[in-house]
């Protein structure tokens, strides 16, 4: 998948949600991130919770609209938690 299309929310799956939380916690644990950090338990606790989910397709947008109830949420978060788009897609995509 080129860097160039457009992802949809039909293209993102729960598999790919799953590798980018996997990724981040490898990228914490690289970092030096105690493994009783905040930071790793929560992302361990997203990945426990998305694996153990009935439907994971539904429970991911779910969790998406519960966390971001509006497209300004959604755009408060990322610059929250200083994520670029392009980082985002870093993680979401392998090249």
């Known amino acids: ?7 949809t929310m039909q293209d993102i799956t729960w598999k790919m949600i799953e590798s980018a939380q996997i ?6 644990f690289r970092l030096r991130y105690r493994k009783d950090s905040k930071f790793i338990s929560e992302y361990a606790g997203y990945v426990k919770n ?6 994971q397709d539904e ?17 408060n978060g990322i610059k929250d938690r200083h994520m670029t788009e392009e980082a985002v897609e870093d993680v979401l995509i392998d090249e």
């Open 1 to 7: 998948m080129s860097r160039t299309q457009e992802l």
């Open 23 to 28: 990724k981040i916690i490898k990228e914490a």
């Open 50 to 55: 998305l694996r153990n989910a009935e439907n």
């Open 59 to 75: 429970y991911i947008k779910y969790t998406a609209i519960t966390l971001f109830p509006n497209s300004q949420d959604i755009e």
